[in-house]
């Protein structure tokens, strides 16, 4: 039987940033500013009778970035996960799409999980916190906006605990689950992740897509760690997975991704069913 996997996307916050930050400059400057989501996902199945869920990424810890920005109402994973009936005890699997802190905080929640990420995502942002001066520590300067030193400390004890594994290229993580390097893209190695469903294929694209607007343009954002050139790549192989549907990508950043899905409400922010596997219960109302 062909595995089926539901698929949930979490808000957990909302950010105020200029508009072509995510959406990418000339066709987005000039537009001021906008309240983007948060966001990471749940997706649950596999083979019937060894169904389990597989988190993919788990967000920030606190509630400010490494620049100083604060964000309102962050909903933790505890808060998030019961949402869909789950705990943080019950993730056994985390698939980190890339290390940036809104991303990959909050491993020291998770007490039973295996993270998983890309080799090249870990090894690049281990040199960034080699290089000289500010730039490898001052969190105000680019290289480090977006990271948390603590994150990649955590990092660092969980790999030394046996409880990292670091993936080297595409990946068949589980029956119908497929991790997709985006080799020196958004960052050094972000992944995106293809997931099969009785519905067809799926992708969670992680901040490998910002917006619909960057991959429906080719389009990429004005902020990117990586190279702009390799996302264009990247778009394209996402389109072959998904063909001409883009509804079926989880971008990292959208609002539009809670217009597009069915979604209910709960807490502060919203949760978007993307897809249910067979006698998987709707939450929506």
């Given at each position: 039987?062909?595995?089926?996997?539901?698929?949930?996307?979490?808000?957990?916050?909302?950010?105020?940033?200029?508009w072509?930050?995510?959406?990418?400059?000339?066709?987005?400057s000039?537009?001021?500013?906008?309240?983007n989501?948060?966001?990471?996902?749940?997706?649950?199945?596999?083979?019937?009778?060894?169904?389990?869920?597989?988190?993919?990424?788990?967000?920030?810890?606190?509630?400010?970035?490494?620049?100083?920005?604060?964000?309102?109402?962050?909903?933790h994973?505890?808060?998030?996960?019961?949402?869909?009936?789950?705990?943080?005890?019950?993730?056994?699997?985390?698939?980190?799409?890339?290390?940036?802190?809104?991303?990959?905080?909050?491993?020291?929640?998770f007490?039973?999980?295996?993270?998983h990420?890309?080799?090249?995502?870990?090894?690049?942002?281990?040199?960034?916190?080699?290089?000289?001066?500010?730039?490898?520590?001052?969190?105000?300067?680019?290289?480090l906006?977006?990271?948390?030193?603590?994150?990649?400390?955590?990092?660092?004890?969980?790999?030394?605990?046996?409880?990292?594994?670091?993936?080297?290229?595409?990946t068949?993580?589980?029956?119908?689950?497929?991790?997709r390097?985006?080799?020196?893209?958004?960052?050094?190695?972000?992944?995106?992740?293809?997931?099969?469903?009785?519905?067809?294929?799926?992708?969670?694209?992680?901040?490998?897509?910002?917006w619909?607007?960057?991959?429906e343009?080719?389009?990429?954002?004005?902020?990117?760690?990586?190279?702009?050139?390799?996302?264009?790549?990247?778009?394209?192989?996402?389109?072959?997975?998904v063909?001409?549907?883009?509804?079926?990508?989880?971008?990292?950043?959208?609002p539009?991704?809670?217009?597009?899905?069915?979604?209910?409400?709960a807490?502060?922010?919203?949760?978007a069913?993307?897809?249910?596997?067979?006698?998987?219960?709707?939450?929506?109302?």
């Amino acid at each position: 039987m062909t595995a089926d996997w539901s698929i949930w996307a979490f808000r957990y916050a909302r950010s105020d940033m200029p508009w072509d930050f995510f959406g990418g400059t000339l066709v987005n400057s000039n537009k001021g500013r906008i309240r983007n989501p948060m966001v990471y996902s749940l997706i649950h199945g596999g083979e019937a009778g060894n169904e389990k869920p597989i988190l993919i990424d788990t967000g920030m810890k606190g509630d400010w970035s490494p620049s100083g920005k604060t964000y309102e109402n962050v909903e933790h994973p505890d808060t998030i996960l019961a949402k869909v009936g789950f705990t943080p005890e019950d993730i056994e699997d985390v698939i980190l799409t890339h290390l940036h802190f809104d991303h990959a905080g909050n491993l020291d929640r998770f007490p039973n999980a295996t993270f998983h990420v890309q080799r090249a995502e870990y090894d690049g942002w281990k040199e960034v916190y080699e290089m000289p001066g500010g730039l490898g520590s001052d969190t105000k300067m680019w290289p480090l906006s977006s990271m948390q030193k603590k994150d990649l400390d955590n990092v660092d004890d969980l790999l030394a605990a046996g409880r990292v594994n670091l993936l080297d290229g595409d990946t068949e993580f589980a029956p119908g689950v497929w991790c997709r390097l985006a080799f020196e893209s958004h960052t050094f190695g972000c992944q995106w992740i293809e997931v099969q469903t009785s519905n067809g294929p799926y992708v969670v694209a992680g901040d490998c897509v910002y917006w619909y607007e960057n991959i429906e343009k080719m389009w990429p954002p004005a902020y990117v760690q990586g190279n702009t050139w390799n996302l264009i790549k990247v778009y394209r192989a996402i389109r072959d997975a998904v063909g001409d549907d883009t509804d079926r990508i989880v971008p990292g950043h959208d609002p539009e991704l809670f217009l597009r899905h069915p979604v209910f409400e709960a807490g502060h922010h919203p949760v978007a069913e993307i897809h249910l596997a067979a006698n998987q219960e709707s939450q929506l109302t």
